[in-house]
């Protein structure tokens, strides 16, 4: 069974802080892929990035960054000096080789304050 | 980029009624979308996978008989709520995986529907 965890349920920083949104992930698929979703007050999911099961280098986009690491099975996204506009909530979901199914993780609440 | 939008985007309807949901992709070709539900501070929970001329698979404990799935063409899913009842109310999303690419490529999310009974 597939399954996606989100230990974190609320975050709350101050602006400029760095924050790491955990997710921790379950398969017995070798083949499969993470994802990390945002989606603001308005409800509206924005794709973030994916990354296959094959591919464990980290990856940086401006002020995110994410670490993967198959051996811990965490695929752990981090904000560096967030933003007011950051705040929202936060998923990961994994996928499976063939279905294109996604399987969500509880969400995390990113609150930042100014 | 690839569009895909749902219509309409927030309803309130009496207890009973029915309600269709429009997902269209709007710049590209679907042959799977996905319908997804997400009730008030909770995650999001696949409801069904919609092939195009072909039956929806439902995922276990959604009755298929409650939401019925219609995907006519490559670019519009329709998802009717029947006889809907207040616990039926949440925040229903669809997806759409370009026609042509397997599970690898990201599937593009609607905007999402609101939908309120009273």
């Known amino acids: 069974a597939q399954k996606v965890t989100q230990a974190q349920t609320e975050i709350s920083v101050v602006e400029k802080e760095d924050v790491t949104l955990d997710c921790v992930y379950e398969?017995?698929?070798?083949?499969?892929?993470l994802f990390w979703y945002k989606q603001p007050p308005s409800g509206e999911l924005v794709f973030l990035i994916r990354r296959n099961s094959f591919d464990e280098q980290n990856e940086i986009s401006g002020r995110y960054s994410w670490n993967f690491q198959k051996s811990t099975s965490s695929f752990n996204f981090t904000i560096t000096a967030s933003q007011v506009v950051d705040s929202a909530v936060y998923f990961c979901?994994?996928?499976?080789?063939?279905?294109?199914?996604?399987?969500f993780g509880q969400g995390t609440t990113l609150q930042v304050k100014p | 980029g690839a569009v895909v939008s749902q219509h309409p985007s927030r309803v309130i309807c009496k207890s009973g009624t029915s309600v269709k949901i429009e997902c269209r992709s709007l710049?590209?070709?679907?042959?799977?979308m996905f319908w997804y539900r997400q009730f008030p501070k909770q995650s999001l929970m696949l409801m069904a996978t919609?092939?195009?001329?072909?039956?929806?698979?439902?995922e276990q404990g959604v009755e298929k008989d409650k939401f019925l799935i219609n995907h006519a063409s490559l670019t519009l899913s329709t998802l009717t709520v029947t006889s809907a009842h207040p616990e039926d109310s949440s925040f229903y999303i669809c997806?759409?995986?370009?026609?042509?690419?397997?599970?690898?490529?990201?599937?593009?999310f609607g905007p999402g529907t609101r939908l309120t009974v009273l």
């Open positions: 919609s092939n195009e001329g072909s039956k929806a698979t439902y």
């Open positions: 997806s759409a995986r370009p026609r042509g690419r397997g599970s690898t490529d990201t599937q593009y």
């Open positions: 979901a994994l996928s499976g080789p063939n279905t294109g199914k996604l399987i």
């Open positions: 710049d590209f070709q679907a042959t799977t």
């Open positions: 398969t017995r698929d070798t083949t499969y892929y």
